[in-house]
């Protein structure tokens, strides 16, 4: 199998060309056939989040440090998120038409559909793991999520 290698090898330029245009900084592919974990550092993109950063604080008046960490952490106002567990594309619909799997403040049960992840082509559900009230919806929907960014913002019920 001479050319194995250089098909993972178009593989992995195709998958960072896609993680450069969608501006995705990790990428982790397992199949029967290999293992691939892909991470890249922009330093334009690091430089756009500091600025960012930088005019946010700008804008927010004065406050003592306690207030800013839980500010930065609403989710301990709600108590639990949901957080994704892969890199993809977000999608809150199984289609562009068709009504979202769940929405701000509905009831799931265990095991319902809550959002889908793409990744690779591939449709992953993200399912309920236990009853839970969606209390807000933080990803953006079409939009890149890494692996570990909060999804939503749940209660139990």
Partial sequence: MPNSGNDIKSKVKSL??????????ELEVNSKEYSLSIKRKDANENKQVAVQQAQKTALQPAAPAAE???????????????????TGVFYKSPAPSAPAFAKEGDVVETGK?????????????????FKLKILKI????????????????????
């Fill in 113 to 129: 559909t809550i959002c889908i992840i793409e990744a690779m082509k591939v449709m992953n559900e993200i399912k309920a793991t």
């Fill in 16 to 25: 960072y060309e896609i993680m450069k245009e969608e501006k995705i900084q």
């Fill in 68 to 86: 800013e960490k839980k500010a930065e952490t609403p989710a301990s106002s709600y108590g639990e998120t949901i957080k994704s567990p892969i």
């Fill in 138 to 157: 933080i990803a953006e929907n079409g939009k890149p999520v890494n692996s570990g960014q909060d999804l939503f913002e749940v209660e139990k019920a």
